[in-house]
């Protein structure tokens, strides 16, 4: 079960460019938004919101999307709920002050790490990661211009052992696969390292939340 201690108004609208309109920081977001652009993420986080549930899959797989890493990276609490009835069990406005959502099945955990510079807290490499019986997906962002799955590392960690010296282990050489960018922050270097680092410590904290 995933819990958030948040007081806020329900705001509900299946588009999510509409419903962006009428948003603020009091308030809890319910979208039901297959694929979440990166646009409809910016104007999210422009909103002030800081919880939104998606009734549907924020990333599918289908392509790359930089979207929901967006959200999560401009500190928006990104809740997904498939087929969850929220649309019919929650009213317009009404206050929320806790939301549960079950999780799809035992053994299901989501985590996110980064490293990020400034006073704006910009991110120069982040990961997200995701545990689903056993099955591990991983993204990672500020490497490339849309956020990169490390697949090698995925398929290394299929056997289902999540210790972390399993990935740690499957984690290792992913940096020299790609091809970052240096500027002022970071060199390409550095990058890799840091995608390394980031993607053990989001698939690891997936791991632990899968325990419960």
């Given at each position: 079960m995933s819990f958030v201690e948040f007081t806020g108004h329900a705001r509900l609208d299946r588009r999510t460019k509409n419903l962006t309109k009428r948003l603020g920081p009091g308030d809890v977001a319910i979208i039901d938004h297959a694929d979440l652009d990166r646009v409809s993420a910016e104007e999210l986080i422009e909103s002030g919101v800081r919880v939104v549930v998606n009734v549907s899959e924020s990333q599918t797989g289908r392509f790359p999307n930089p979207g929901p890493l967006e959200l999560v990276r401009g500190g928006v609490r990104l809740i997904d709920a498939p087929g969850a009835p929220l649309f019919d069990d929650v009213?317009?406005?009404?206050?929320?002050?806790?939301?549960?959502?079950?999780?799809?099945?035992?053994?299901?955990?989501?985590?996110?790490?980064?490293?990020?510079?400034?006073?704006?807290?910009?991110?120069?490499?982040?990961?997200?990661?995701?545990?689903?019986?056993?099955?591990?997906?991983?993204?990672?962002?500020?490497?490339?211009?849309?956020?990169?799955?490390?697949?090698?590392?995925?398929?290394?960690?299929?056997?289902?052992?999540?210790?972390?010296?399993?990935?740690?282990?499957?984690?290792?050489?992913?940096?020299?696969?790609?091809?970052?960018?240096?500027?002022?922050?970071?060199?390409?270097?550095?990058?890799?390292?840091?995608?390394?680092?980031s993607a053990v410590r989001a698939v690891q904290q997936a791991a632990r939340r899968a325990k419960g």
């Open positions: 009213g317009e406005g009404e206050l929320l002050t806790k939301i549960s959502v079950p999780p799809g099945g035992h053994g299901v955990g989501d985590g996110f790490a980064g490293v990020a510079v400034g006073a704006h807290g910009t991110y120069i490499v982040d990961a997200a990661a995701t545990v689903a019986d056993g099955t591990v997906r991983v993204a990672l962002g500020c490497v490339a211009g849309a956020p990169v799955r490390p697949t090698a590392m995925e398929e290394r960690l299929s056997g289902g052992d999540l210790s972390d010296e399993a990935v740690g282990a499957a984690a290792r050489g992913i940096g020299a696969s790609l091809d970052p960018p240096s500027d002022v922050h970071a060199s390409a270097d550095y990058r890799r390292h840091l995608a390394e680092v």
